[in-house]
Nanobody, 121 residues
């Protein structure tokens, strides 16, 4: 199973980026999937995840209302639309397939390599 994340870059505060994660080796259909991030000196944190069976979405409070996760199972790809970016969003972003996406926590099964997002004026 391979996950390939792309779409990172450098933007000014208030800008937008769209991350993509292409998955190969498994069918995404019915799988829970999600995005995590890790900033320098900080622990990895869950950003947003989406369940495979019902499409329910869970997001961290710091990105609620600004970031939107979506999926295209036909393309075996999922996305993270990031709007109104803030300096605090600067981090390496990772995509992952999950054993579970839910309110109690997100357990990853397969990880992709990170894509760097830098928000700076």
């Amino acid at each position: 199973v391979q996950l390939q994340a792309s779409g990172g870059g450098s933007v000014q505060p208030g800008g937008s980026l769209r991350l993509s994660c292409v998955v190969s080796g498994i069918s995404l259909r019915w799988h829970d999937i999600g995005w995590f991030r890790q900033a320098p000196g900080k622990q990895r944190e869950g950003v947003s995840c989406i369940k495979g069976n019902n499409g329910k979405i869970y997001s961290g409070s710091s990105v609620e209302g600004r970031f939107t996760i979506s999926r295209d199972d036909a393309k075996n790809t999922f996305y993270l639309q990031m709007d109104n970016l803030e300096a605090e969003d600067t981090a390496n972003y990772y995509c992952a397939t999950l054993d579970d996406c839910g309110p109690g926590g997100w357990s990853a099964s397969y990880w992709g390599r990170g894509t760097q997002v830098t928000v700076s004026s």
